[in-house]
């Protein structure tokens, strides 16, 4: 009995193991999907009007929503503003497959 107990646990283990390594694998491949959005977006993402980035993955690609900011003076807020959100579509190599600006 000792022993089917120990397989068990070795399953378990190794369940548990593999399900942090797809998590963990899934993070990065959203961290690398908000990189790739970042880097096309920077003339137009800077310190003085910051972009939030939101992925999420479906069908086997990244959507990315780029929420753009502006200010009317240099001491206000950040604020995002109609026509300002563009959505990127990337395929699984990272390559923007398709950008669109909201109008």
Request: net charge neutral.
């Amino acid at each position: 009995m000792h022993t089917y107990f120990a397989s068990w646990q070795s399953v378990i283990v190794a369940s548990a193991i593999a399900l942090s390594f797809s998590a963990s694998a899934s993070q990065f491949a959203e961290a690398q999907a908000i990189e790739a959005v970042r880097s096309a977006t920077a003339a137009s993402c800077t310190e003085s009007t910051p972009c939030t980035f939101q992925a999420q993955r479906a069908n086997g690609r990244w959507t990315v929503i780029v929420e753009h900011t502006k200010r009317i003076t240099p001491s206000d807020p950040p604020l995002p503003y109609k026509g300002g959100r563009e959505v990127f579509v990337l395929d699984d190599h990272g390559k923007i497959v398709l950008a669109l600006r909201e109008k």
